[in-house]
């Protein structure tokens, strides 16, 4: 039986994965440092190995990481750290490259309010209902800062596109069509690159697609964990 661990991504809390927790009860959804509570890491490094050192203190294996945004970055890290613990990834609307926009950088050293508003207009499709965006808007204001800085700066300093090739382990890539933030390209050089991977590209959706059309993501996700299920059994 795998263990579902969700990481969430820049300027978020464990919160964004709601939909996907209640599906799968076992699992865990993670607060990075900082997301509430003390300082947060300014590399994709440091987050990487607080995931890790989370799941070593508890034990855990037949891990299954599934990783949004920066998120995906830190799941990225880790699978091609090898460790003895994956079962399996999970990679959503993240890119082997995250460059920011100064935009976004500037604008939270100098007008945070607006470039949150900015930042949310961007995550989410057309088609999304105003009152999620607007509870994802009250969820990031309430990240410091300097700690949503911290991740944009890691996430542009991030970069494994000549990396990810290497990893071995059973990959599902999951991306909105409308994605405005990590376009669907990121998430088709991540399949092109990672043998054996497999993507959904969800409709009319973007950059928030577990929040916009969860029932299509869990569905994804239980579909890919039964396929590791049977591998595990053939073997």
Not at 194 to 208: A, D, E, N
């Amino acid at each position: 039986m795998s263990k579902l661990i969700f990481i969430h991504g820049a300027g978020e809390t464990g919160k964004v994965w709601a939909y996907q927790t209640n599906q799968f009860p076992d699992s865990l959804a993670i607060d990075l440092p900082g997301h509430h509570d003390g300082e947060g890491e300014k590399t994709i490094e440091g987050y990487a190995a607080f995931v890790d050192d989370f799941v070593a203190q508890r034990k855990l294996s037949n891990v299954v990481l599934v990783g949004h945004s920066m998120g995906g970055a830190i799941v990225l890290k880790l699978a091609l750290e090898k460790p003895s613990y994956l079962k399996g990834i999970v990679l959503v609307a993240t890119g082997a490259r995250l460059r920011v926009t100064p935009l976004i950088l500037n604008g939270i050293k100098t007008d945070y309010a607006n470039v949150t508003k900015l930042i949310m207009d961007y995550a989410f499709s057309l088609e999304t209902p105003d009152w999620l965006k607007e509870r994802s808007l009250t969820e990031m204001r309430r990240i410091r800062p300097e700690v949503a800085l911290g991740d944009f700066e890691a996430c542009d300093r991030f970069d494994s596109m000549k990396d990810i090739q290497r990893i071995e382990i059973p990959s599902l890539i999951i991306c909105g069509s409308d994605d405005k933030l990590t376009p669907v390209k990121y998430s088709e050089y991540l399949n092109k690159n990672i043998s054996g991977s497999r993507l959904v590209v969800i409709q009319g959706t973007g950059h928030m697609v577990m929040m916009e059309k969860p029932n299509h993501v869990n569905k994804a996700i239980e579909v890919f964990l039964e396929e590791l299920c049977r591998s595990t059994d053939a073997g």
